[in-house]
Each structure stands twice: as C-alpha cells, then as structure tokens.
DNA sequence: TATATCGATAAGCAGAGCTGATGGTGAGCT
DNA sequence: AGCTCACCATCAGCTCTGCTTATCGATATA
C-alpha cells in the first residue's frame, strides 16, 4: 500500500506553489533540508517524481500538476474537518437528543426549545417525549444523550441532576371550590383520576395516597393530564396534577384548584445522561438552561392562573 | 492549528466501523494500545470526543459520526490518489507532450500516434509541430516533454537519443528520369527549391551542395515539402526531400526521385528530452516505440514507391 | 575566474510511536 | 456476594522518524 502523510502533502503544496525550496521551506516553518528529505520522501513513496529539479528552477512535472489539484481539494476537505472540530468543540452544536416524559414535555418544552435555540443557534434538537423506563432504556442505548425525568431513577451508568421541584394540586370539579382541603386519608374516599401504567406521575400520586395496591375500578386511567382534567370538569372524579401544568390545564376547564397542606407531595425534575457521555460538561450547561426556562415558566404561569396557595 | 494525521484517520475509521479498539487494532496491524493512544492523541487535537467509551461498548458521538463521513471522503481521496500514482509509476500515462519538426512530422506522426495509443492507453497525447529552434526552447522552458528533431542538437541541459537515419533524395521532374544522377557540384547549377529558412532541413540540404551563401534567386522557398514536389512537378527546379517523404509526396506528381551516390546526403532524427526529466525512463520507452514505428513506415514506404536504388 | 544561489547530502539529536506488560472497571456467571 | 472475563487505559522501554545545522556540488552571473 503506497502510503503518504498529510504533512507530506501540506510540504508539496507549499513547494508546489512556490517552486523554491527555499521559500516554501520558510512557509512550512521547517529548514530546507527537511522539506528536500520529505518531499523526496513522497515522490519515493509514490514512486514517480513530482518535481523537476534543475539547479536554476523547480517545476511541476505532469503528474505532479495532477497530483497537486487533488492534494489540494484533500487538503481543503482536511481543515474543513479540523474547522468542524474546532466549531464543536465548546459551543454545544449539532445533535442533541433530549427526552422528556410526558407529564412535563408539554409545560416545559416551549421555553426550552426557545432557549436551547436561542443560545446555541448550531444546534439540532431533537425530542422524544415518553414514559421513563423508554426513555432510560433509550439513553443507556445511546439513542438518546440526555433525558428530563423525575428523579431519583438511580440507574447506574447514568449521572442525575436536579433541575427543580414541584408540588402536586388537586384538581376537582369548580363547584367544589371552597370546601376543605382533604387529606391524604380522604383521598382515598374519592374517585380519582390518574395517567395509564407506565407514567411515573401515576405511581408518584398513588403512593402519595397510599394507593398502591388499590382495587382497579375505583380508578379511572387517561391518557394524558389534559384529558384528566377534562373529565374532572365533567365531574367524573378528582385527579392530581404537577404544579407547572395548572396554567395550562385547568384554563379552559370548570375545575377549581388546590394545593395540599404540608406535608404537600411533590417530585423532583432532573436530567440525567450516561456518565460516560462527552456531552456532560455541556449537558450540565443544558440543564443550567433548563432550570432557568422552567423557572420563568413557573413564574409565568402562577401569576396567569392566580394560583391559590393552601399554606 | 489543529492538526491531526492520516494515519491516525485510518485508525479512527477502522474504530468506528468496527467499534472495538481490539478488532480495530488488529485491522490496522497495531497493538490495541497503539490505537488507543492515536484516538486519544486525535481527540485531544480535535478537542472533543469522538467516541463515548464504556466498559461494555464503544460508541460514536454526535461528533464522531459527522467527523466519520467526512474522514471517509478524505481516505477515499487519498486513496484515490495513491491509485493515479500507482498507474502513473511505470506505464506510461497522463499528457505527454511531443514536439515533431514539419519535414519529420507528416510522414511519422500517424505511426507514432497509432503506437503509443496502442501501447499506452492512458495517454493523452498532445502534439506540437514547429521548427527546431522552437522546440528547444518549449522544451527547455518545460512546455513540452520531448521532441523529435534532427540530431545533433548539442544543447547543455537536453539528451538526446538517435532514431534513425535517412538519406536526403532528389526530386526532379518527371522527364528527367533516367537521366545521371547528378552530383554535389551539378545541384548547384539547378535551381533548388527549399524550404523556408528556419527549417533545418534547409540547412543540412544547403550544406550539402555547399550553397550556405547561395544567392537568394536561385532559390525558392516553399512552406512544405508537398509545395515544394508540386513544385517540382510543375518544372520549376528540383528539391531535396528525405527519404521518409517520398512515398507520402511523390505519388500525385510527376515526378521522378533519385538516390545519390555515395556519399549520399543524410541526417539522424532522434529524440531529445531535459537532463532532469523524470519522464527520462519513460521517454527512453517511447524513443524504441518510435523508432519502430519508424522502420515500419520506411519499410511500407519503399514498398509503396518502388523506390529506386542508386547505389 | 570568483561569487552567489539553490538543492542535495551528512551527522547528530529529540521526540513520536510502537510493543508487551499491567492496571482498573463493569458485566455476567456461579 | 464473589469470581472471572472482557475490554480499554496506562506504563516502561525501545526503535526509528524527522528535525536541525553544517557542508557539498552544480549552475548561473559578474
């Protein structure tokens, strides 16, 4: 296999540009010498001659003009690479695979896109929204790079971060504004509404009323928190929703809201990414942003919907 | 700069196909560390991963997956390159570009064409007709790579090699035939028609009946050696042509063409090319495949003619 | 003939790059 | 839980590449 180096070509494009030894030599920050041993080097690897050297002049032979055009497009292509490189270095650009579960997809994304967008105008985005154990299966195959999850997942081979935390609220039928607070205890005395198997939401909630092992027809499963309060509007039962989805949610719906007394339930929103990614330093930047979005949401959001505080 | 090598191209591609350092390293011919240390040494120029290491898998970035397709091109460009060395080593290919003089040309060039295409399929002849002095000066300024021309040139910096020989016949009209063949001395008392000046054929033809200083109207200069037998054929006066000619020009007039005695008038074409060249191998090839294709013709040129002995 | 220019060659040295051995880590089996 | 295996990273040592400076040889110029 006839075999050259890149800094071969770098040499004899510069020679060949210049037809002097010397100067091209000047060029490449090498002696004369060296760039004589490599170039004679090349031609010997090749096996034919590129120059034509006579005591008073250095020209391109035939060949050497063919091999000149090509070495040049290779070594355009080569610092188009490097540039590539050099782009991709810092600034997160490219593809990034994010998940997000469903029971935050719709309340966060917008402003994570706008920000993601806005701040690392090279990137390609690229969202999955879907249940947890998709979703880590996913990332720990690398067909993700990070994932917006509740925490903890405790997985090994994946590094967690808290973004924030968020309380649940009941929601229940507008006409029931006003009426005391239940408890946990007398949840359970009601007809509660929760997301399909598979959402972590819907385990969260029901181990907060101590539901685990309830009796399946005193349940009713949607699909997703939107239809939960739709059917809450029709008086169907109560169900529990995330904080950030109240602004959302409950606006075009006869519901009424409600926050828990302390001790209220609440989750943890994370991101988490394979501990081995070379994405992480800029990953963690990404969850910076993150946060930050889903604040200002926050925020956004209370002061639209007027939300009650319950203590 | 960011600079990074061929080789440690190769490496990162065989790695990314096969996604094991192992199998990877055997591929390249190299121990597992070496392309461990090249992928890092790679990595670290570019400044960011190309492959996510875990115990259980190797895999490509984002990064590494677009850096991958665009080293692929490069590798195929190079490769390719090393193939257009590869064909360029030993046969004979690519622009060779030949000089011929006009009284060589007409009678030679289909023989040479039709050989060297035969023989080289690769080459992409480009022919150049002129006086001598033009060549030699094209060729020393390395706008062509041989020429063929009348022996001896005796320019420093330019080699030359002999073809052949041919002897100069005359050309009288046509009732002239049977008449003595005349001699040096009797040419002179004929008007001879001769090529303009710059030709060397004209040269060696005055040279040979010592009429370097003739005066100029007993001259008549012609353009070609096919004006000059039409000439001929009109019963202006007399030419020399070589011998090589005559079948080509003596067929559509009437004419009649002579050998002289001993000693007869002659000259040696031959081939010259730079010192420098690195073609010298090559056209030291051509020079044999000319010089058959030049006995050939003579041969089927004689045949042809009926050509005349004189002696 | 003397001088300047320019590429090739020589000698010596620093460092790149390879090998074989070893370390560390996570997966899977018992 | 502990053992073993697979796999990549790291290390020490050696070889050879590739650079430098100095010098040579050839050629054009004055």
Redesign the interface.
């Known amino acids: ?7 071969q070509l770098r040499y004899f494009e510069a020679l060949a540009r210049h037809r002097h030894f010397g100067h091209a030599a000047d060029v490449c920050a090498i002696s004369q010498p060296a760039l004589s041993m490599q170039i004679k080097e090349l031609e010997g690897s ?4 590129l ?4 005591a008073r ?1 250095v ?1 391109l ?3 050497g003009e ?2 000149a055009a ?2 040049r ?2 070594l355009r ?2 610092d ?3 540039e ?3 782009a ?3 600034r997160l650009s ?4 994010i998940g997000i579960i469903p029971t935050v997809a719709p309340y966060l994304l917008p402003a994570i896109i706008g920000e993601l967008s806005r701040l690392f105008p090279g990137l390609d985005l690229n969202l999955r929204e879907t249940i947890t154990p998709r979703l880590i299966r996913e990332l720990t195959e ?1 067909r993700l ?1 990070t994932a917006v999850v509740a925490l903890p997942i405790s997985e090994r ?1 994946l590094a967690e971060v808290p973004l924030f935390s968020e309380e649940f609220v009941l929601v229940r039928p507008h006409g029931d504004a006003g009426k005391p607070v239940p408890d946990r205890e007398s949840l359970r005395e009601m007809r509660l509404l929760l997301l399909e198997e598979g959402h972590c939401f819907r385990d969260q909630a029901l181990s907060f009323c101590d539901l685990r092992h309830a009796r399946p027809r005193e349940l009713l499963d949607g699909s997703s928190l939107a239809t939960l309060v739709q059917m809450v509007g029709a008086g169907i039962g109560v169900t529990l929703i995330p904080e950030m989805a109240v602004a959302v949610e409950t606006r075009s719906a006869p519901v009424s809201v409600v926050r828990f007394a302390d001790p209220a339930p609440q989750r943890t929103i994370g991101m988490i990414w ?6 992480a330093r800029q990953l963690a930047e990404v969850a910076d942003v993150v946060r930050a979005a889903a604040a200002k949401t926050r925020d956004v959001g209370k002061a639209q919907a007027g939300m009650p505080g319950a203590g």
């Open positions: 296999m006839v075999s050259f180096t890149l800094k090749l096996g034919a001659a120059f034509e050297r006579s002049s020209r032979t035939g060949f063919e091999f090509r070495a497009e290779i292509a080569v188009e690479l490097s590539l490189a050099r991709a270095r810092d490219g593809r990034l695979r690398g790079d081979g394979r501990n081995t990614s070379p994405l």
